[in-house]
């Protein structure tokens, strides 16, 4: 079996965001977990043109169970899955793990699909119906990192991330995104 992140050793543990969660993270986190705009532009309004964008992994492949099932996709569906790390002048500063299914690609005109180094921030905000349509939370703790993800973001500690579900034109993607430290002393 091929390796289905770049990210992670295995699938991380999500909790659904629930009335309350948000005040069981710690401050700087709940300000990241809950920010309803772009957390490219975020970063952009505090580095400027310093943000940029390394692709760590893009491929089609199925993703991770709890990913099929939010996106209710058959397991033997593939999707685009485009792992990225964002960061300011070479400084990590947040991961991120995206699932595209095929429908979604075609009902954003194949934008979605040559990204290229272009923030997915930047793309899909631009779409004036853009859906959130849930959200979940997690700490991740190291173990649960591939070892080349460690290296990559730098990442000595255990680190919160959200994962949302978008709609563009009814049709779903899942982003998750992974805080790093630099990140959250913004």
């Known amino acids: 079996m ?14 659904e965001n629930r009335p ?6 710690p401050e700087n986190v709940q300000s990241w977990v809950y920010e309803a705009g772009s957390l490219t532009q975020r970063l952009r309004d505090y580095y400027g043109d310093a943000v940029g964008v390394k692709i760590l992994r893009q491929h089609w492949s199925t993703p991770f169970l709890s990913e099929r099932r939010l996106l209710k996709l058959h397991e033997n569906k593939y999707s685009l899955i ?9 400084k ?12 979604t690609i075609k009902a954003a005109k194949r934008n979605l ?6 923030p997915l921030g930047e793309v899909i905000f631009a779409y004036p119906k853009l859906e959130r349509i849930e ?5 991740i703790e190291q173990k649960t990192w591939n070892p080349a993800a460690l290296a990559q973001a ?19 993607m899942l982003v998750s995104e992974f805080f790093l430290p630099s990140s959250l002393q913004i």
């Open 92 to 103: 990590p500063l947040i991961l991120a793990r995206t699932i595209i299914p095929a429908k």
């Open 113 to 118: 699909a040559h990204l290229g180094n272009r």
């Open 135 to 139: 959200m979940d939370v997690t700490l």
């Open 82 to 90: 485009r792992e990225v790390l964002l960061h300011a002048d070479g």
């Open 20 to 25: 309350g969660t948000r005040h069981t993270l």
């Open 154 to 172: 730098k990442i000595k500690q255990a680190i919160w991330g959200r994962r949302t579900v978008y709609a563009i034109a009814q049709r779903q």
């Open 2 to 15: 091929t390796q289905k992140s770049f990210l992670f050793k295995q699938e991380p543990l999500w909790l």
